[in-house]
């Protein structure tokens, strides 16, 4: 079973940032994709990791930024510039040997 921890999120004022983190027990990944959600709003795709390449959603790129670590084992959502519109419940999905696995999400309010 892996296991997938989301981390980072808090309260930031408008234009600030923040890295969420997302650590996980598997080295056989597939994809990595952040999701958030927000109240009474569909969850939203904000970034795909495959094969070395990322994808954002139109309403993150150039102000979020994806990464991994050289271990390889934890992901990083760097989100700057950061606006209200931003504050939603951000998951981190692991795609590993045909199966998907989440993490419990982590809260990103931006708020003055």
């Known amino acids: 079973q892996v296991q997938v921890v989301d981390s980072g999120g808090g309260l930031v004022q408008p234009g600030g940032s923040l890295r969420l983190s997302c650590s996980f027990s598997t080295s056989i990944i597939d994809s990595i994709i952040w999701y958030r959600q927000a109240p009474k709003k569909q969850r939203e795709l904000v970034a795909i990791n495959a094969r070395r390449l990322t994808n954002y959603a139109n309403s993150v790129k150039g102000r979020f930024t994806f990464s991994r670590d050289n271990t390889g084992n934890t992901a990083y959502l760097q989100m700057n510039l950061l606006k209200p519109e931003d504050t939603a419940t951000y998951y981190c999905?692991?795609?590993?040997?045909?199966?998907?696995?989440w993490g419990q999400g982590t809260q990103v309010t931006v708020s003055s």
């Open positions: 999905s692991v795609h590993s040997d045909n199966r998907d696995y």
